[in-house]
């Protein structure tokens, strides 16, 4: 069915380890989709044009002339050009005010800027803030007031309020689990072993962080190397368990100052698995009113797109 | 004057990257020393005896007939043989009740059991008991009740009552520094420049930790990037600032249930250098009664030298 409808533009959200390409129709509908490895780390010499081409060049062949914008780390310092930040709070018409061009063989390219809230401890995203005003955009119930959760490297609690993003923070659960993983001694046990799902002991990390309170989880991670040495907990079991120990300890500290009784509701953007897990975790943290929202990116990118006058 | 005194005993205190030996007179007093870095992280072929021997073998010319006890990660799964825990509370008489035995050429080496602390969060380790028993040697007063603090790779702190090792946590943050020096993103500008050492910086990390309170550093963390993205914090200091939220955090965690006002006088235990700088933070997070001691492992192998009946 989606075939049917007339392509309008390319979207790109093009980031640190992959590149996501969409011929998208009126509202974001997505006719066709591409995925490579393309993250602005893995492009040979920086060569952002010929990776872009040899995604979307078989699209302009059959589409001439579709305008092409891109949100996401393309437009961070390491990127093909690197676009000022929009402030805090931001809607579709700030950054489509801030788009700049970059002009390439399949044409220009318009990147979004990502957005900036300053203060003694300022934030910086790009790329999440397109995923969250399209989100906002399939469930325009969330934009009064919301929270919407993007797990993962680096994951952002976004505050949603009147269809702005008003403020955020950054805790980075997903580096933090892979350079512990990979380099410290309480990753050593599961560097040695073949490892193992387990739930039972993800949700025992978790618990062991969210009963921390305040203290937080300086006194607990070395729990995951001290219950192995006695034996209480196994060497493929030890990732989940430091997995529920760092996840809990963001989720502990991001409602830390909120009343779990008055949370507005949650939204939580990103890949299906891990917002699964989030989800999980956030109803043991009491809170009950979570969704979940896959692949947002094309709508956002089209509601800044449509806001430039660009469709 | 040192040298006239009689040896009875030689300590080491062998840890993961250095060996410190000892020969010791009455009272754990030092008549000479050695440092090697054969960490039993770091020892050829894990042939402990070779290393001793080539430590060691000097003052057994001179001195023949001496009994040995080494205390550390030599009693550890990686190092000469596994010594058990013992369980808090512990004092010289539990730790001497402990001891096992490894032959060498070089005679019989009394090694320390490490303490373990059970529960839901258990504790250990191995050789900061025998450093703290020293300090309450040298500083009696501190016996009855006291909080050591043993700052670096894996921060120990330690609550001392009527002359026991009573409980204690543990903190990763030396470990956690290095790590997200060497390969996290917060370390990249580091890594690209040579550094500049800077109390006000290393301060203003710490306030960061301690003004985020029950919320600690999870939101926190990414502010070394976005003050080094904003230009508010030059490649050059990230790493003074970093060390700052990791110690901050340590410290704010450790006392989050503590009244500031009623704390037992604090004494920091290892390099000299380290235990400064916590001086210098415990401080302001408003500790009163602080005091450093260098070197105390002497003198606590020499008292569980003398429980055992060695000397």
């Known amino acids: 069915m989606a ?40 492009v040979p010499d920086g060569n952002f044009a010929k990776m872009l081409s040899d995604t979307i060049g078989g699209w302009q062949i059959r589409h001439a002339g579709l305008p092409i914008i891109a949100s996401g780390m393309i437009g961070s310092r390491g990127g093909w050009r690197e676009v000022p930040y929009a402030s805090c ?33 300022p934030n910086v995203m790009r790329g999440e803030e397109t995923q969250i005003l399209g989100a906002l955009a399939r469930e325009p119930q969330l934009a009064d007031h919301s929270l919407a ?25 997903g ?28 949700l025992r990390g978790l618990s062991a962080a969210r009963d921390a309170k305040d203290e937080g989880i300086s006194a607990r991670l070395f729990s995951t ?28 500290s991001a409602l830390a100052t909120q009343d779990t009784a008055s949370l507005p509701p949650i ?10 897990r989030y989800q999980m975790c956030l109803t043991e943290f009491g809170a009950r009113q979570v ?9 956002g990118l089209w509601l800044i797109a449509r806001a430039h006058g660009l469709v």
Chains 1, 2 share one sequence.
């Open 3 to 42: 075939h049917s409808l007339a392509p309008q533009i390319i979207g790109l959200d093009w980031g640190t380890s992959t590149l996501r390409a969409y011929l998208l129709a009126d509202g974001g509908a997505i006719v066709e989709s591409a995925a490579r490895p393309w993250g602005i780390q893995h």
């Open 89 to 121: 709070p931001v809607d579709p018409a700030t950054l489509a005010a801030g788009l700049l061009t970059v002009e390439s063989i399949n044409g220009c390219v318009h990147l979004v800027p990502g957005v900036i809230q300053r203060g003694t401890i």
């Open 149 to 173: 959760v993007l797990p993962g490297t680096h994951s952002k609690w976004v505050l949603v309020r009147n269809g702005l993003i008003e403020s955020f923070s950054t805790h980075m659960t």
């Open 175 to 202: 580096e933090l689990f892979a350079i512990l993983r990979e380099h410290s001694i309480l990753g050593r046990p599961a560097r040695e072993t073949s490892l193992q799902k387990s739930d039972e002991v993800f």
């Open 225 to 252: 190397r001290s219950l192995f040495l006695t034996g209480e907990l196994p060497a493929e079991h030890t990732l989940e368990y430091l997995s529920g120990l760092l996840i809990g300890e963001e989720i502990r």
């Open 267 to 276: 939204v939580l953007i990103g890949d299906g698995a891990l917002c699964s």
């Open 291 to 299: 969704r979940l929202l896959e692949d947002t990116a094309p709508h």
